[in-house]
Protein backbone atom coordinates (compact mmCIF):
# COMPACT_ATOMS: atom_id res chain seq x y z
CA UNK A 1 0.00 0.00 0.00
CA UNK A 2 1.50 3.53 -1.01
CA UNK A 3 2.43 5.97 1.73
CA UNK A 4 0.95 9.39 1.83
CA UNK A 5 3.02 12.19 0.61
CA UNK A 6 5.37 13.39 2.84
CA UNK A 7 4.41 16.98 4.38
CA UNK A 8 6.70 19.85 3.72
CA UNK A 9 8.05 21.72 7.29
CA UNK A 10 5.59 24.38 6.57
CA UNK A 11 2.65 21.99 6.25
CA UNK A 12 3.98 20.52 9.26
CA UNK A 13 4.34 23.11 11.63
CA UNK A 14 0.82 24.06 10.33
CA UNK A 15 -0.70 20.54 11.20
CA UNK A 16 1.01 20.46 14.45
CA UNK A 17 -0.22 23.63 16.23
CA UNK A 18 -3.60 22.47 14.66
CA UNK A 19 -3.91 19.12 16.78
CA UNK A 20 -2.44 21.18 19.55
CA UNK A 21 -5.58 22.50 20.55
CA UNK A 22 -7.34 23.44 23.58
CA UNK A 23 -9.17 19.84 24.13
CA UNK A 24 -5.90 17.42 23.60
CA UNK A 25 -3.91 19.96 26.13
CA UNK A 26 -7.18 19.53 28.49
CA UNK A 27 -6.51 15.56 28.06
CA UNK A 28 -2.88 15.53 29.18
CA UNK A 29 -3.77 18.03 31.93
CA UNK A 30 -6.55 15.45 33.61
CA UNK A 31 -4.44 12.37 33.12
CA UNK A 32 -1.04 14.21 34.58
CA UNK A 33 -3.59 15.57 37.62
CA UNK A 34 -5.07 11.62 37.72
CA UNK A 35 -1.38 10.25 37.95
CA UNK A 36 -0.74 12.63 40.67
CA UNK A 37 -3.68 11.94 42.92
CA UNK A 38 -2.99 8.22 42.18
CA UNK A 39 0.81 9.00 43.94
CA UNK A 40 0.36 11.31 46.59
CA UNK A 41 -0.19 8.61 49.04
CA UNK A 42 3.48 7.13 47.98
CA UNK A 43 4.70 10.15 48.06
CA UNK A 44 6.06 12.66 51.07
CA UNK A 45 6.66 15.36 48.34
CA UNK A 46 4.09 18.22 48.51
CA UNK A 47 1.04 17.39 46.19
CA UNK A 48 1.22 20.89 44.55
CA UNK A 49 5.18 19.91 43.89
CA UNK A 50 4.25 16.45 42.66
CA UNK A 51 0.91 17.58 40.34
CA UNK A 52 3.50 20.17 38.53
CA UNK A 53 6.09 17.14 37.88
CA UNK A 54 3.16 14.65 36.42
CA UNK A 55 1.65 17.68 34.54
CA UNK A 56 4.66 18.69 32.73
CA UNK A 57 5.54 15.06 32.05
CA UNK A 58 2.13 14.34 30.56
CA UNK A 59 2.46 18.02 28.32
CA UNK A 60 5.60 16.82 27.21
CA UNK A 61 4.48 13.11 26.16
CA UNK A 62 1.52 15.53 24.13
CA UNK A 63 3.98 17.03 22.37
CA UNK A 64 6.62 14.02 21.38
CA UNK A 65 2.97 12.39 20.41
CA UNK A 66 1.91 15.46 18.25
CA UNK A 67 5.44 16.05 16.62
CA UNK A 68 6.04 12.57 15.66
CA UNK A 69 3.02 11.90 13.69
CA UNK A 70 3.97 15.60 11.90
CA UNK A 71 7.61 14.73 10.73
CA UNK A 72 8.46 16.02 7.67
CA UNK A 73 10.61 13.36 6.96
CA UNK A 74 10.05 9.87 4.99
CA UNK A 75 10.61 7.28 7.52
CA UNK A 76 12.41 4.04 7.14
CA UNK A 77 9.84 1.02 5.64
CA UNK A 78 10.58 -0.65 7.91
CA UNK A 79 8.66 1.80 10.49
CA UNK A 80 5.24 2.81 10.23
CA UNK A 81 4.75 6.43 11.39
CA UNK A 82 2.15 4.77 14.59
CA UNK A 83 5.11 3.18 15.82
CA UNK A 84 7.35 6.62 16.04
CA UNK A 85 4.44 8.24 18.07
CA UNK A 86 4.57 5.55 20.70
CA UNK A 87 8.07 4.98 20.77
CA UNK A 88 8.50 9.23 21.47
CA UNK A 89 5.87 8.86 24.02
CA UNK A 90 7.68 5.88 25.86
CA UNK A 91 10.90 8.05 25.47
CA UNK A 92 9.30 11.53 26.40
CA UNK A 93 8.35 10.03 30.02
CA UNK A 94 11.32 9.22 31.43
CA UNK A 95 13.20 12.48 29.97
CA UNK A 96 10.41 14.80 31.06
CA UNK A 97 10.85 13.01 34.49
CA UNK A 98 14.63 13.10 34.51
CA UNK A 99 13.91 17.36 33.73
CA UNK A 100 11.74 17.71 36.08
CA UNK A 101 14.13 16.43 39.15
CA UNK A 102 17.26 17.92 37.80
CA UNK A 103 15.15 20.94 38.20
CA UNK A 104 14.63 19.92 41.77
CA UNK A 105 18.21 19.75 42.55
CA UNK A 106 19.35 22.89 40.23
CA UNK A 107 21.23 20.21 37.78
CA UNK A 108 22.98 18.58 40.23
CA UNK A 109 23.25 14.93 38.85
CA UNK A 110 25.25 13.06 41.75
CA UNK A 111 22.65 14.71 44.32
CA UNK A 112 19.88 13.07 42.51
CA UNK A 113 21.29 9.91 42.31
CA UNK A 114 22.57 10.06 46.20
CA UNK A 115 18.82 10.30 47.32
CA UNK A 116 16.90 7.32 47.44
CA UNK A 117 13.83 9.22 47.72
CA UNK A 118 13.97 11.14 44.96
CA UNK A 119 15.15 7.97 42.69
CA UNK A 120 12.36 6.20 44.07
CA UNK A 121 9.94 9.00 42.96
CA UNK A 122 11.35 8.94 39.87
CA UNK A 123 10.90 4.92 39.13
CA UNK A 124 7.09 5.70 40.36
CA UNK A 125 6.67 8.73 37.89
CA UNK A 126 8.57 6.47 35.11
CA UNK A 127 6.49 3.68 35.56
CA UNK A 128 3.20 5.45 35.65
CA UNK A 129 3.88 7.29 32.62
CA UNK A 130 5.49 4.18 30.76
CA UNK A 131 1.87 2.19 31.71
CA UNK A 132 -0.61 4.92 31.14
CA UNK A 133 1.86 6.70 28.03
CA UNK A 134 1.27 4.30 25.36
CA UNK A 135 -2.18 2.71 26.16
CA UNK A 136 -3.31 6.36 25.62
CA UNK A 137 -1.12 7.22 22.92
CA UNK A 138 -2.94 3.85 20.99
CA UNK A 139 -6.13 4.75 21.86
CA UNK A 140 -5.73 8.33 20.54
CA UNK A 141 -4.20 6.78 17.21
CA UNK A 142 -7.22 4.69 16.58
CA UNK A 143 -9.70 7.07 17.07
CA UNK A 144 -7.67 9.21 14.48
CA UNK A 145 -7.68 6.58 12.30
CA UNK A 146 -11.38 6.10 12.78
CA UNK A 147 -11.90 9.20 12.04
CA UNK A 148 -9.86 9.49 9.09
CA UNK A 149 -11.65 6.05 7.68
CA UNK A 150 -15.10 7.51 8.13
CA UNK A 151 -13.77 10.69 6.53
CA UNK A 152 -12.30 9.32 3.34
CA UNK A 153 -15.49 7.09 3.15
CA UNK A 154 -17.60 10.26 3.57
CA UNK A 155 -15.22 11.79 0.70
CA UNK A 156 -15.96 8.51 -1.36
CA UNK A 157 -19.48 9.20 -1.24
CA UNK A 158 -19.65 12.09 -2.29
CA UNK A 159 -17.93 11.41 -4.82
CA UNK A 160 -19.52 8.64 -6.41
CA UNK A 161 -22.92 10.97 -5.90
CA UNK A 162 -21.02 13.76 -7.72
CA UNK A 163 -20.37 10.88 -10.80
CA UNK A 164 -23.88 9.69 -10.72
CA UNK A 165 -24.92 13.38 -11.15
CA UNK A 166 -23.14 13.60 -13.77
CA UNK A 167 -23.51 10.47 -15.53
CA UNK A 168 -27.25 11.46 -15.32
CA UNK A 169 -26.79 14.99 -17.17
CA UNK A 170 -24.50 13.08 -19.62
CA UNK A 171 -27.30 10.32 -20.15
CA UNK A 172 -29.90 13.09 -20.32
CA UNK A 173 -28.30 15.27 -22.58
CA UNK A 174 -27.88 12.34 -24.86
CA UNK A 175 -31.74 11.68 -24.58
CA UNK A 176 -32.24 15.18 -25.64
CA UNK A 177 -30.06 15.12 -28.45
CA UNK A 178 -32.08 12.19 -30.12
CA UNK A 179 -35.26 14.21 -29.61
CA UNK A 180 -34.33 17.55 -31.32
CA UNK A 181 -33.28 16.46 -34.39
CA UNK A 182 -36.71 14.27 -34.82
CA UNK A 183 -38.46 17.32 -33.43
CA UNK A 184 -36.67 19.62 -36.27
CA UNK A 185 -36.87 17.00 -39.12
CA UNK A 186 -40.42 16.42 -38.62
CA UNK A 187 -41.48 20.46 -38.40
CA UNK A 188 -39.23 21.04 -41.62
CA UNK A 189 -41.39 18.42 -43.52
CA UNK A 190 -44.51 20.14 -42.60
CA UNK A 191 -42.77 23.28 -44.28
CA UNK A 192 -41.90 21.15 -47.31
CA UNK A 193 -45.29 19.86 -47.66
CA UNK A 194 -47.07 23.12 -47.90
CA UNK A 195 -44.17 24.25 -50.59
CA UNK A 196 -44.72 21.21 -52.82
CA UNK A 197 -48.45 21.58 -52.78
CA UNK A 198 -48.13 25.78 -53.75
CA UNK A 199 -50.16 25.98 -50.67
CA UNK A 200 -49.99 30.28 -49.79
CA UNK A 201 -49.16 29.55 -46.06
CA UNK A 202 -45.93 28.04 -47.01
CA UNK A 203 -44.12 31.85 -46.68
CA UNK A 204 -46.07 32.70 -43.23
CA UNK A 205 -45.20 29.50 -42.16
CA UNK A 206 -41.82 29.42 -43.24
CA UNK A 207 -41.26 32.91 -41.36
CA UNK A 208 -42.74 31.53 -38.00
CA UNK A 209 -40.60 28.76 -38.12
CA UNK A 210 -37.72 30.80 -38.22
CA UNK A 211 -38.94 33.10 -35.54
CA UNK A 212 -39.45 30.11 -33.56
CA UNK A 213 -36.16 28.58 -34.19
CA UNK A 214 -34.75 31.59 -33.32
CA UNK A 215 -36.56 32.03 -29.75
CA UNK A 216 -36.21 28.29 -28.91
CA UNK A 217 -32.80 26.97 -29.68
CA UNK A 218 -31.22 28.83 -26.93
CA UNK A 219 -33.36 27.46 -24.38
CA UNK A 220 -33.04 23.44 -25.39
CA UNK A 221 -30.21 23.21 -23.11
CA UNK A 222 -31.43 25.32 -20.42
CA UNK A 223 -30.31 23.18 -17.36
CA UNK A 224 -32.73 25.75 -15.29
CA UNK A 225 -35.31 25.48 -17.75
CA UNK A 226 -39.06 25.84 -16.31
CA UNK A 227 -42.41 24.73 -17.18
CA UNK A 228 -43.25 28.19 -18.09
CA UNK A 229 -40.53 28.09 -20.54
CA UNK A 230 -41.54 24.53 -21.71
CA UNK A 231 -45.21 25.87 -22.58
CA UNK A 232 -44.03 29.11 -24.25
CA UNK A 233 -42.42 27.35 -26.27
CA UNK A 234 -45.61 25.17 -26.92
CA UNK A 235 -47.57 28.21 -27.39
CA UNK A 236 -45.03 29.22 -30.41
CA UNK A 237 -45.49 25.62 -32.47
CA UNK A 238 -48.61 25.29 -31.96
CA UNK A 239 -49.01 29.42 -33.67
CA UNK A 240 -47.16 27.99 -35.49
CA UNK A 241 -49.22 24.68 -36.45
CA UNK A 242 -52.46 26.86 -36.58
CA UNK A 243 -51.04 28.76 -39.70
CA UNK A 244 -50.40 25.81 -41.29
CA UNK A 245 -54.02 24.53 -41.07
CA UNK A 246 -56.42 27.77 -39.48
CA UNK A 247 -59.68 25.54 -39.86
CA UNK A 248 -58.36 22.35 -38.36
CA UNK A 249 -56.63 23.09 -35.39
CA UNK A 250 -57.84 24.62 -32.23
CA UNK A 251 -56.11 24.73 -29.29
CA UNK A 252 -55.98 25.70 -25.25
CA UNK A 253 -53.42 26.41 -22.65
CA UNK A 254 -54.89 25.30 -19.22
CA UNK A 255 -52.05 25.42 -16.88
CA UNK A 256 -52.13 27.31 -13.49
CA UNK A 257 -49.41 29.90 -13.22
CA UNK A 258 -48.20 28.50 -9.64
CA UNK A 259 -46.77 25.35 -11.57
CA UNK A 260 -44.74 27.65 -14.38
CA UNK A 261 -41.96 27.86 -12.13
CA UNK A 262 -41.27 24.38 -12.02
CA UNK A 263 -38.28 22.80 -13.07
CA UNK A 264 -38.78 21.21 -16.51
CA UNK A 265 -36.57 18.87 -19.12
CA UNK A 266 -37.02 20.88 -22.17
CA UNK A 267 -39.23 19.34 -24.60
CA UNK A 268 -40.79 16.76 -22.77
CA UNK A 269 -43.96 18.62 -23.05
CA UNK A 270 -43.45 19.73 -27.20
CA UNK A 271 -42.63 16.29 -27.60
CA UNK A 272 -46.22 15.31 -26.78
CA UNK A 273 -48.22 18.55 -28.60
CA UNK A 274 -46.09 17.17 -31.36
CA UNK A 275 -47.57 13.77 -31.80
CA UNK A 276 -50.68 15.06 -30.97
CA UNK A 277 -50.41 17.26 -34.46
CA UNK A 278 -48.86 14.57 -36.34
CA UNK A 279 -50.67 11.26 -35.02
CA UNK A 280 -53.79 12.87 -34.21
CA UNK A 281 -55.03 16.17 -35.90
CA UNK A 282 -52.90 15.86 -39.33
CA UNK A 283 -54.69 12.41 -40.59
CA UNK A 284 -58.16 13.54 -39.79
CA UNK A 285 -60.06 15.44 -42.30
CA UNK A 286 -61.74 17.17 -39.60
CA UNK A 287 -58.90 18.16 -37.62
CA UNK A 288 -59.24 18.14 -33.60
CA UNK A 289 -58.45 20.54 -30.52
CA UNK A 290 -55.75 20.15 -28.57
CA UNK A 291 -55.78 21.08 -24.89
CA UNK A 292 -52.89 21.17 -22.53
CA UNK A 293 -53.44 21.01 -18.66
CA UNK A 294 -51.85 20.85 -15.71
CA UNK A 295 -52.77 20.41 -11.90
CA UNK A 296 -51.60 19.53 -8.56
CA UNK A 297 -52.82 15.86 -6.80
CA UNK A 298 -51.93 15.95 -3.71
CA UNK A 299 -47.79 15.90 -3.95
CA UNK A 300 -47.85 15.27 -7.38
CA UNK A 301 -48.11 17.55 -10.58
CA UNK A 302 -49.98 15.59 -13.77
CA UNK A 303 -50.05 17.29 -17.20
CA UNK A 304 -52.13 16.10 -20.00
CA UNK A 305 -52.30 17.19 -23.75
CA UNK A 306 -55.29 16.12 -25.16
CA UNK A 307 -56.74 16.20 -28.90
CA UNK A 308 -59.59 15.47 -30.38
CA UNK A 309 -57.92 13.60 -33.60
CA UNK A 310 -58.56 9.97 -34.55
CA UNK A 311 -56.74 8.66 -31.56
CA UNK A 312 -54.74 5.80 -30.42
CA UNK A 313 -53.13 3.70 -32.92
CA UNK A 314 -51.51 0.69 -32.86
CA UNK A 315 -48.05 1.67 -32.69
CA UNK A 316 -48.57 4.80 -30.72
CA UNK A 317 -46.43 4.76 -27.67
CA UNK A 318 -43.59 2.84 -29.18
CA UNK A 319 -41.74 5.43 -31.32
CA UNK A 320 -38.32 7.27 -30.55
CA UNK A 321 -39.65 10.38 -29.16
CA UNK A 322 -41.95 8.72 -26.49
CA UNK A 323 -39.41 5.78 -26.03
CA UNK A 324 -36.80 8.39 -24.89
CA UNK A 325 -39.28 10.93 -23.28
CA UNK A 326 -39.92 8.16 -20.54
CA UNK A 327 -36.69 7.79 -20.06
CA UNK A 328 -35.59 11.58 -19.74
CA UNK A 329 -38.51 11.91 -17.53
CA UNK A 330 -37.17 9.05 -14.80
CA UNK A 331 -33.70 10.75 -15.43
CA UNK A 332 -34.74 13.86 -14.63
CA UNK A 333 -37.73 13.49 -11.71
CA UNK A 334 -36.89 9.78 -10.58
CA UNK A 335 -38.35 6.62 -11.58
CA UNK A 336 -41.42 7.39 -9.96
CA UNK A 337 -42.14 9.81 -13.03
CA UNK A 338 -44.07 8.43 -15.34
CA UNK A 339 -46.21 8.96 -19.00
CA UNK A 340 -49.16 7.10 -19.75
CA UNK A 341 -50.82 6.90 -22.75
CA UNK A 342 -55.45 6.86 -23.05
CA UNK A 343 -58.15 7.11 -25.72
CA UNK A 344 -60.20 10.23 -25.16
CA UNK A 345 -63.98 9.76 -25.65
CA UNK A 346 -65.63 9.78 -28.22
CA UNK A 347 -62.45 10.05 -30.03
CA UNK A 348 -58.79 11.19 -29.80
CA UNK A 349 -55.78 10.71 -27.19
CA UNK A 350 -54.78 12.02 -24.21
CA UNK A 351 -51.06 11.53 -23.09
CA UNK A 352 -50.24 12.28 -19.07
CA UNK A 353 -47.33 12.66 -17.12
CA UNK A 354 -47.02 12.26 -13.84
CA UNK A 355 -44.42 13.74 -11.39
CA UNK A 356 -43.16 14.87 -7.65
CA UNK A 357 -40.86 18.09 -8.19
Do not use: K
Not at 99 to 116: C, K, N, T, W
Not at 120 to 125: A, D, R, S
Not at 227 to 234: A, M, P, T
Not at 242 to 248: T, Y
Request: proline residues 7%.
Amino acid sequence: MPRPPVPSHAEARRAFFAELNPRRVGVALALGAVAAGFLNSIFITPFPVLLGRTLFVAILALIAFLAAGQWPRRLPRWIERWLLQVMVVVLAVPVGTAIVYLAAVGGDVDRLLQSEGRILGFQWIVGSGLLLGPLIALGALYRQRDAEARSQALRFELERSELERRALDVRLRLLQAQIEPHFLFNTLANVRALVETGSPQAAPVLHSLIAYLRAAMPRLHDELATLGDELGLVRAYLDLMHLRMPDRLQFSIEVPAPLHSLRFPPMALLTLVENAVRHGIDPSEEGGRIVISGEHQGARVVLGVTDTGVGLAQSMGTGTGLRNLRERLQVFYGPSASLDLAENQPHGLRAQIQFSP
